[in-house]
């Protein structure tokens, strides 16, 4: 539908150039009657023909070359201001400017053709190039990251199971407790994977509303595990306004964030929340680990990017990519800057919502 809008417009403005440029370039060339020769003005009017057919099309052109026609047969042909032709010159000239300028509109509206096919043929190749590294990044996932911990989930759930093992109580825990982990892992990841392609299919819609950010922040910190007493909340502001975005997906972001300070660096990991500008509320992970370098920044968001390792022992990949893609889809932004005496810190902005009267009601 779109593409027969378009075409349905250049055919509107082709047809209005077809009208307007003969006529102008008549009144143009009627001014220089006696500096140009019949053949130099059948030159200009094929000049001006071309460049309708390169922008507007062949019906445009083929309307533009019998309205020029006509046109120079009337101007500048003998007898003027008559639509005969007195010499056979003439006549030669003016069927040889009409069959050059139609062969040439042909030739031009063929090449533009041409031109856009190999723009899209391009542009679909590059589509599914980027499709294909989509899909061998994400089989390497699923050949590692995925096979991984399902593979350590079995692997204690069998030996548990197998009765030649007589396991005392600690095992039993300590076998349950790894298993428990893996599938816990293996349940993150599933969901990356899932919220990613939800994203970049446009199927995910966030539920915005307006609500506190220290009712998510206590709960982002549960989600990771691995950053267990690593982590400090500074005081909140107390003038701090409640953030409007949907609690789970921030929940998310931050869960995300944390979880990729704690994986790459043993500091510890800070979470700082303050309303810098009117309408907006950030929320910054600052660790003091090794930091990224700023030509590495941008790269570090691009989904299975894993910046600087050798192998999938780092995970999938997804983590800064899903909170970027998921901070954008509630309207705010994920930008990474230094940490203040060395380190990374995410900076998670977004719209503040409107503070609750002392009744409920917002105001």
Known sequence: MLHSMRDL???????????????????ILAGLTERLNLSSQVLIYLVALVAVARLCGMVAAL???????????YYFVSPVHNLRIAGT?????LAAFVIVAITVASVVEYSGKLSRRATQAAA???????ADRMRTALLAAVSHDLRTPLAAARASVETLRDPQFDLSEEDRTELLGAAHESLGRLSRLVEDLL??????????KPHL?????EEVLPRAVDDVPAAAGRV???PLPADLPPVMADDALLERVLANLIGNAAKHTASPIEIAVAAPAAGTVEIRVADHGPGIAEADRESVFRPFQRLGDRDNAAGVGLGLALARGLTEAMGGTLRPEDTPGGGLTMVVTVPAGERAGPEGTVG
């Open 9 to 27: 417009g250049r055919r509107r403005r082709g047809l209005a150039a077809a009208a307007v440029v003969p006529p102008v370039l008549t009144v």
């Open 63 to 73: 309307v533009a070359a019998i309205w020029s026609a006509l046109l120079m047969d």
């Open 89 to 93: 010159n003439d006549v030669i000239a």
């Open 124 to 130: 679909e190749a590059a589509q599914l190039e980027a």
């Open 195 to 204: 919220d990613m392609s939800r994203l970049q299919s446009g199927a995910l």
């Open 209 to 213: 509303e307006p609500f506190a950010v």
């Open 232 to 234: 400090r909340a500074l």
